[in-house]
C-alpha cells in the first residue's frame, strides 16, 4: 500500500493536501504530542521536534517516525512556531513553502489543545491540587483533574492552604496534619476553588504556635464562624486598632505575657488556661494581672475576654498577608 | 452487532485521513478500479529497487502446474558470492489485485539486507479471472522452481523462509501446507502478516469490524468470492485455498503471525497460531491493539507500526540468520 500518509506532501496543496493534513491533525489533538510531532515531521519530510515549557526534555521525531528525547532545543535558524507554552519545530532552514506553513500552523493548534487538557496533570498531585482549586479552569477540566486526582465523585473534600504556599486537597474526615495551615470547609470537588478561598482566609489566623506568636497552627475556616469576615477587612498593611497597638507593646516590652493572653483568651476557666500555658495557676494570675495593666482592660470577664479574642485575632490577621 | 475494539488513536488519524481512499466495504464491481489505484502505487520499470546497489534485481519464470509462465523476481545481495538464505514473499491484495513489486519492496530489501537474504517475489495469476487453485499453485510452482535452481541463482536451498502480507499470509501458510504434503521444497519459517486464511468470514471479530477498518466483511467477501466462487463458505473448501480448514497444523515450519485487534482477521489468525501450538508446533503471535488491517504498510511511521514491523527482523534471524 502506498496511500501512505507520507504521500500527501507530493500532493497538491491547494487540492486535497490541505483537507487531510487538517483533518489528520484535528484527529491527532485528542492524543498525544508525540503524534502530534511525528505528523508534522512525516508530512513534510523533515525531523520536527517540540520542547514544552517545563523541564521536560525535547522531542524530536524524524521522518520515519523515530523518536528521540533529550534533544536539543531548536536551532534559530528552523522553522518554529509558540505552541502550548514551548516551542514546535521543523528542521528547515529554508522558507516553508504552503504544506509546511501548513503542518506547523495546524500541528501547533494540536499542541495547544493538547497542552490545554493535560498542562494541569503533567507535573503530579501538586499540580493537579492546583488546577482544582483554580477558579478560573473550566468546570470540565477541574473534574478531569479530580478524577485524576482520585477523588471518588460526590465524596466531600477540602482545600487545605499551607504556610510558605503549598495547597493540599484532603478528604473531608482527612487529618490535615500538624503543618502551619488553614482548612477550607469540607465541600464537593468541583466547589474546591471556595473552598480553597476560605482556607487562605483560614491561615491567616493561625499562629507559629510560639511564645512571641502564640495561636493554632491549624484553622479550620468553619471554626471561625463570623470572624472570617474579619480577613477580607483588615490587611497587613492598615494602622492597627489602638486594642492591638497594646498587645504589640506588650509583645515588644514582656513577651512572655502574650502566651499568658493567649491561654486565657483560648480556655474555658484560668485552671485550664494555666494548664494550658504550663503554669501554676497563681503564676499565670499574676501574670495576667500584670497584662491587664499594660492593656488597660479587664480580660478576666465576658466582655473584656470577648475584647481580648478579638484583639489576638487582629493581630495576626495584621501580621499575615 | 458487538461492538468493535478502539482504533488505537494515533491510527484513527490516518485512517479518518485515508477513508476517501480506502473504503471499509469492497463490492467486485469495485474490482477494476481497485486494481489501477493498487498498479499506480507499484513501481514502474525505471524505478531503481537495488538498495543504493546492495542488491541486484533479475527476472525469471517458473513453470506453472498447467503450463502457465510464473514471473518472479529475485534480488540477491552484490556483497557475497556464497549461496545465501531466501525470503520467498507473496504479495497482498485480497487475492484480486497486486503485483510482485508492490510498494512492500524496499522494506522487505531493507529486512532482507539486515541478514544477508536474498529476496524472491512471485506474481501470482488473480482471482477471479483465475480462481483457486491458480494463485496458490504459481506460489508453490515459483518456490519449487527458486529451490531447484538455487545453485544457478546463488542461493541456499536449505534456508528459505516463506512470507505475505494479507492474502499474501494466506496463500503463504497454504504454500506451507503444500511443500509439507507433497514432501517439499523445506522451509525454515513461514512469515505471516495479517495473513488471510479463513473463507468462513464468519467469526466474531468479521463481525465486530463489518462496515469499519480496513477490508470489513463485505470485502473479505468479495476476496474470498473471488477465489471460490459459490463455494465460499461452503462445506467443500480445500485447505489450500483457505488454511483455515486444514484440519492437521502439524509438521509445519515455525510461524510468526501478526494481525490487528481491530481487524477481521484478528480472530482466525490468533486460531491458526492456536492450533499449531495444539498440534505441537512453533509458532509466535502478535496481536496490536488498535491495529487495522494493514496498519503497519499504510502508516509505517506510527508507534504501534514501528513496533510492530520491529519484531519481524529478530524472528527472522533465529529462523534463518546465520
Known amino acids: 500500500m502506498r496511500e501512505l500518509l507520507g504521500r500527501i506532501s507530493a500532493l497538491d496543496p491547494e487540492a486535497g493536501a490541505a483537507v487531510k493534513v487538517i483533518a489528520y491533525f484535528d484527529e491527532l489533538a485528542g492524543t498525544g504530542l508525540e503524534p502530534v510531532v511525528r505528523g508534522a515531521a512525516v508530512l513534510t519530510g523533515v525531523p520536527a521536534g517540540f520542547v514544552g515549557p517545563g523541564r521536560d526534555p525535547a522531542l524530536r521525531v524524524a521522518p520515519d517516525g523515530s523518536v528521540e528525547r533529550g534533544a536539543h532545543g531548536p536551532d534559530p535558524s528552523w522553522c518554529s512556531v509558540r505552541a502550548g507554552g514551548g516551542v514546535l519545530w521543523l528542521e528547515l532552514a529554508e522558507e516553508p513553502g504552503p504544506v509546511e506553513a501548513m503542518v506547523l500552523e495546524r500541528a501547533a493548534a494540536a499542541v495547544r489543545a493538547r497542552m490545554e487538557r493535560t498542562a494541569p496533570m503533567a507535573g503530579g498531585r501538586a499540580a493537579l491540587a492546583e488546577a482544582l482549586v483554580d477558579p478560573g479552569l473550566p468546570e470540565e477540566q477541574r473534574a478531569r483533574a479530580a478524577r485524576r486526582f482520585g477523588i471518588v465523585p460526590g465524596s466531600p473534600t477540602r482545600a487545605v492552604a499551607l504556610h510558605g504556599g503549598g495547597i493540599r486537597v484532603v478528604a473531608a474526615a482527612e487529618d490535615p496534619g500538624g503543618e502551619r495551615a488553614g482548612v477550607g470547609p469540607a465541600v464537593e470537588a468541583l466547589g474546591l476553588p471556595s473552598s480553597w478561598e476560605d482556607a487562605r482566609r483560614a491561615l491567616r489566623f493561625t499562629a507559629r504556635g510560639t511564645g512571641t506568636d502564640p495561636g493554632p497552627r491549624v484553622v479550620f475556616a468553619e471554626d471561625l464562624g463570623g470572624l472570617l469576615l474579619l480577613a477580607d477587612t483588615v490587611r497587613p498593611g492598615d494602622p492597627p486598632v489602638p486594642d492591638v497597638a497594646a498587645l504589640e507593646r506588650v509583645a515588644r516590652d514582656a513577651a512572655p505575657l502574650l502566651a499568658a493572653l493567649e491561654a486565657v483568651a483560648s480556655s474555658p476557666s484560668l485552671r485550664a488556661a494555666a494548664a494550658r500555658a504550663g503554669v501554676h495557676h497563681s503564676t499565670l494570675q499574676e501574670s495576667v494581672g500584670r497584662a491587664e495593666r499594660l492593656l488597660g482592660w479587664p480580660v478576666r470577664e465576658v466582655t473584656g475576654r470577648l475584647r481580648l479574642q478579638v484583639a489576638l485575632v487582629l493581630r495576626r490577621l495584621h501580621h499575615h498577608p | ?322
Not at chain 2, 495473513?195 to 462496515?211: E, F, K, W, Y
Open chain 2, 1 to 322: 452487532m458487538p461492538t468493535p475494539p478502539p482504533f488505537d488513536p494515533e491510527l484513527a488519524a490516518v485512517l479518518a485521513v485515508l477513508r476517501d481512499e480506502i473504503p471499509s466495504r469492497l463490492t467486485p464491481d469495485m474490482i477494476p478500479d481497485l486494481r489501477r489505484r493498487r498498479a499506480a502505487q507499484a513501481f514502474g520499470p525505471d524505478d531503481d529497487l537495488t538498495l543504493d546497489g546492495a542488491y541486484t534485481e533479475t527476472g525469471h519464470h517458473a513453470p506453472g502446474h498447467d503450463g502457465a509462465d510464473v514471473p518472479l523476481l529475485l534480488w540477491r545481495p552484490t556483497g557475497t558470492t556464497a549461496p545465501v538464505g531466501t525470503l520467498y514473499w507473496i504479495h497482498g491484495g485480497g487475492m484480486i489485485m497486486g503485483t510482485h513489486r508492490g510498494a512492500e519492496i524496499p522494506a522487505l530489501l531493507q529486512t532482507a539486507h539486515e541478514l544477508g537474504l536474498a529476496l524472491v517475489s512471485v506474481d501470482y495469476r488473480l482471482a477471479p479471472e483465475h480462481p483457486h487453485p491458480a494463485p496458490v499453485e504459481d506460489c508453490y510452482a515459483g518456490l519449487t522452481w527458486a529451490a531447484k535452481h538455487a545453485d544457478d541463482l546463488g542461493l541456499d536451498p536449505r534456508r528459505l523462509v516463506v512470507g505475505g502480507a494479507s492474502a499474501g499470509g494466506g496463500l503463504a501458510a497454504a504454500t506451507a501446507l503444500l511443500a509439507r504434503d507433497r514432501g517439499g521444497p523445506d522451509l525454515l519459517g513461514q512469515l505471516l502478516v495479517c495473513p488471510m486464511l479463513d473463507d468462513r468470514n464468519d467469526s466474531v471479530s468479521a463481525r465486530q469490524m463489518a462496515g469499519t477498518g480496513v477490508w470489513d466483511k463485505v470485502a473479505n467477501a468479495t476476496g474470498w468470492g473471488a477465489l471460490l466462487g459459490e463455494a465460499a463458505g461452503g462445506p467443500d473448501v480445500p485447505p489450500y485455498a483457505a488454511p483455515a480448514r486444514a484440519q492437521d497444523l502439524s509438521g509445519l515450519p515455525p510461524a510468526f503471525l501478526d494481525v490487528g485487534s481491530a481487524e477481521t482477521f484478528r480472530d482466525e489468525v490468533v486460531d491458526y497460531a492456536s492450533r499449531i501450538w495444539k498440534a505441537g508446533g512453533s509458532a509466535e503471535l502478535h496481536v496490536w491493539p488498535g491495529g487495522f488491517h494493514g496498519f503497519d504498510s499504510m502508516a509505517p511511521q506510527a508507534a504501534l507500526s514501528r513496533s510492530a514491523a520491529a519484531q519481524r527482523l529478530p524472528w527472522l534471524r533465529r529462523i534463518i540468520g546465520v
